[in-house]
């Protein structure tokens, strides 16, 4: 009999398991962000970054790394992806954090234009990038927990 209900339950968990993925450190990182596509559920598109951190600062605080490649033209450049998450424009160039620069893997730039407003604890950098195609970006972020 517990043989039967075991198999059962562990029949049960691995359907539910096959339709709802466990969540990964990259979706911690977008959520953390402000960026998971479940954050932005009206919207019909979303971004996946081409690298994502999740890791904790010194005093323990979450901390999410994140990085969106854009290679500009119609579909995926700096407007759409600010529009799809209804950021502001960005301002002045700003240094990145070090701690950004050292998370992610590759040669992050010194500095990006900021974008200004928006969650607590979140930076968001722009840093536009030569191209065929205009739009063409990196976009780097920074956001903390609590």
């Known amino acids: 009999m517990l043989v039967t209900v075991g198999c059962v339950w562990w029949g049960v968990a691995g359907v539910l398991r096959t339709f709802d ?35 904790r600062t010194a005093a323990g605080k979450p901390v999410a790394y994140l990085h969106y490649g854009l290679g500009g033209g119609d579909d995926v450049n700096i407007d759409d992806f600010l529009g799809t998450y209804d950021l502001a424009r960005p301002g002045a160039p700003t240094p990145l954090p070090e701690d950004l620069s050292a998370a992610l893997p590759g040669d992050e730039p010194a500095e990006g234009s ?24 990196d976009v780097y972020v920074r956001a903390t927990g609590t």
């Open 21 to 55: 993925p466990r969540e990964t450190d990259a979706d911690r990182a977008e959520r953390l962000a402000g960026l998971h596509h479940e954050q932005h559920p009206g919207k019909g598109r979303y971004y996946i970054p081409a690298d994502a951190v999740l890791s």
């Open 114 to 137: 900021l974008v200004p407003g928006g969650q607590a604890g979140r930076q968001i950098f722009v840093v536009k990038r030569p191209a065929d195609h205009e739009g063409a970006a």
